[in-house]
């Protein structure tokens, strides 16, 4: 989807935005506790100063229409000398009512892009059962390299994650 066809505004999420993070994070965490290893707990415990930190060091993109922040997708470099090739897509998250517009895949391909100069490869992981995330992830150019059994564990139930790479650079 090319910038002038896009219905939305892609950006760098900065501190200043970290109350509007916080609440579609939490959004995000509540409403699809299967989708992520983070809990709503764990995130209510984070102050909005904490926030606007996590998005200081982190890359963290925002799509934005006139209804305000509507989706959100991240990444990270691994650490350490031997895993510095590497980087994450994490936090990925479009609310409901602004799916089926491409904001998902403009997110996914915006972090791509940013991910390319900084590492060779971008890795994630969805729940097996997210058939949606998945095919984004594929269409994007992320590949399935392994599954991890009961990866998460909500209440009772175990939650089995599909292990994608994207290879930026070969």
Excluded at 53 to 79: I, K, P, Q, T
């Amino acid at each position: 989807m090319s910038a002038a066809a896009c219905p939305f505004e892609l950006r760098r999420l900065e501190r200043d935005d970290a109350a509007t993070y916080r609440q579609l994070r939490l959004e995000a965490l509540e409403r699809h506790p299967d989708a992520f290893g983070a809990s709503p707990a764990d995130e209510w415990q984070m102050s909005i100063d904490d926030m606007a930190d996590r998005l200081a060091r982190s890359v963290v993109f925002g799509a934005f229409d006139g209804a305000g922040l509507e989706g959100v997708a991240g990444w990270y470099r691994m650490g350490g000398d031997k895993l510095a090739h590497r980087g994450a897509l994490w936090g990925m998250y479009v609310r409901p009512q602004a799916r089926g517009r491409g904001m998902g895949e403009a997110l996914v391909c915006r972090v791509i892009d940013d991910a390319r100069d900084n590492v060779e490869q971008l890795h994630l992981t969805v729940a097996a059962h997210n058939v949606a995330a998945r095919r984004l992830y594929e269409m994007t150019g992320f590949a399935t390299y392994g599954v991890e059994p009961r990866a998460l564990k909500v209440g009772d139930e175990y939650v089995d994650e599909i292990m994608m790479v994207c290879l930026l650079r070969r």
